[in-house]
């Protein structure tokens, strides 16, 4: 089955607890990204990666850290969490750029808490 | 400041009619906007999108509409089905498909 996978699905930390999310997806998609979902401000991306050689920031990248060591994997960091991280975050992928006109594949989001 | 904008939290809706949810935007560089679909506890779906070179796209009960002098677009759905409640969210992008923009939602109810 096609999808993409987020772990964990919900996690309570304290500030300062570096911690990770992990995002793998299974379709072969050279384009993955990363969105945090808070109410009232819809989806806001935090990073995105064009394929392995290419990351960069999205609208709201403070705080975070991304890596794409390869092509299905694309785990977030939060290298020293703060309590204006928590949120609802989800990971997307799709194919080459263009190929789907941007149309995007989510996982069913990770839940941060951070007290 | 968000450059897309859904100006109405929720939508309520009897069964059979039809359903249109808004969507405005202020970055007249955008050259794609898309419509997702979100279930409590689920990822966004992809619905349907158009091109800034269009002004009407349709896809079975759905129909996305834009107009671009207004930097406007709809979502209409017809005729609107209890499964089809959900929050709805518009996004827009370049023809980089790189960074995208999403509205805030509405939250459609459709009553039977």
């Known amino acids: 089955e096609a999808q993409v996978t987020q772990n964990p699905r919900y996690l309570i930390t304290v500030t300062g607890k570096k911690l990770t999310v992990t995002c793998s997806q299974n379709?072969?998609?050279?384009?993955m990204s990363w969105y945090r979902q808070d109410p009232g401000l819809g989806l806001r991306q935090i990073y995105y990666?064009?394929?392995?050689?290419?990351?960069d920031k999205g609208d709201v990248p403070e705080g975070y850290k991304v890596s794409r060591k390869e092509k299905r994997n694309f785990p977030l960091i939060l290298e020293s969490p703060s309590p204006n991280q928590t949120s609802l975050y989800f990971c997307a992928s799709s194919p080459t750029p263009g190929q789907a006109l941007g149309a995007q594949h989510f996982g069913d989001g990770t839940r941060l808490s951070i007290l | 400041d968000q450059q897309v904008k859904q100006n109405s939290p929720s939508l309520s809706v009897q069964e059979g009619r039809i359903s249109i949810l808004n969507c405005d935007y202020t970055n007249s560089m955008f050259d794609y906007f898309l419509w997702y679909k979100k279930y409590p506890a689920e990822g966004p779906t992809f619905l349907i999108s158009?091109?800034?070179?269009?002004d009407k796209n349709e896809d079975g009960r759905f129909t996305v509409f834009l107009n671009k002098s207004a930097k406007h677009l709809s979502l209409h759905i017809v005729p609107s089905q209890p499964g089809d409640s959900a929050v709805y969210f518009c996004?827009?992008?370049?023809?980089?498909?790189?960074?995208?923009?999403f509205g805030s939602g509405t939250k459609l109810n459709v009553k039977p």
């Open positions: 379709m072969n998609h050279e384009y």
């Open positions: 996004a827009a992008t370049t023809l980089n498909f790189n960074k995208f923009y």
């Open positions: 990666s064009m394929n392995v050689e290419v990351t």
């Open positions: 158009i091109s800034s070179i269009k």
